[in-house]
């Protein structure tokens, strides 16, 4: 089955600087990569995701790119801000909508965004 | 929308009794997921509903955990009896196509 490894576990950046954080897959049926942002005390809140049939996305400071050949994405954040400290999951699924369309989530990273 | 709703959003009880947890999902979603959240195994999904119908119950830990869904707007999850290690945060979470919307969580603590 699918296994999702997230890198790093914790990140700690400066107010203003980029961070990155990249997630591999072993399925290569899976064809849908969310991202969740946690804050404490809440659910996983959906951000940004990405399908298959395009390389990046962007939404204003937040960004995702897909490597399938690779089998990783990654989530970019610039010019983060304190608000942008959380727990940040990755996701894979083969986004059928069935049982195979189930989310299997990375391990999770802890950014901290020092003002 | 008022998104996935649970409750209650914080319970504590004592070990060996039964424990209730409520999810009325988004409206119009037909899949439901039950999660559990602790710091060393992450999110862990428990079970996972299509049409009100349990599809995958692989991840329930033992036969002391057992979920519901009589109608498309609610579940429970429940246990009984209850231990210190069901202590967790357990999510709700409901499905249109691809994206799933969490909940906010029921914290769980069993002394």
């Known amino acids: 089955g699918e296994n999702v490894e997230q890198h790093p576990s914790t990140l700690s950046v400066q107010e203003g600087d980029s961070a990155v954080i990249k997630c591999t897959y072993s399925?290569?049926?899976?064809?849908?990569f969310p991202w969740y942002k946690q804050e404490l005390g809440k659910g996983p809140q959906l951000i940004i995701d990405i399908r298959s049939n395009v390389g990046e996305k962007k939404d204003q400071r937040i960004a995702v790119t897909l490597n399938k050949t690779a089998k990783h994405f990654s989530l970019h954040i610039t010019e983060t801000q304190p608000e942008d400290s959380a727990v940040y999951f990755c996701?894979?699924?083969?986004?059928?909508?069935?049982?195979?369309?189930?989310?299997?989530f990375g391990k999770g990273t802890k950014l901290s965004v020092k003002p | 929308d008022a998104g996935v709703i649970q409750s209650p959003r914080h319970e504590v009880t004592e070990m060996g009794q039964e424990v209730t947890l409520r999810c009325k999902p988004i409206s119009g979603h037909n899949s439901l997921f039950w999660y559990r959240q602790t710091m060393m195994r992450g999110l862990e999904l428990l079970i996972y509903?299509?049409?009100?119908?349990?599809?995958?119950d692989s991840g329930m830990p033992e036969d002391r955990f057992s979920a519901k869904m009589p109608n498309a707007s609610f579940s429970t999850l429940k246990i009984q009896p209850s231990e210190p290690r069901d202590s967790a945060v357990y999510f709700c979470?409901?499905?249109?196509?691809?994206?799933?919307?969490f909940g906010p969580g029921t914290r769980l603590t069993v002394l």
């Open positions: 509903f299509n049409n009100n119908v349990p599809i995958d």
């Open positions: 399925d290569s049926a899976s064809n849908y």
């Open positions: 996701a894979a699924s083969r986004g059928d909508g069935g049982s195979q369309g189930n989310l299997i």
């Open positions: 979470a409901s499905r249109s196509t691809d994206t799933q919307y």
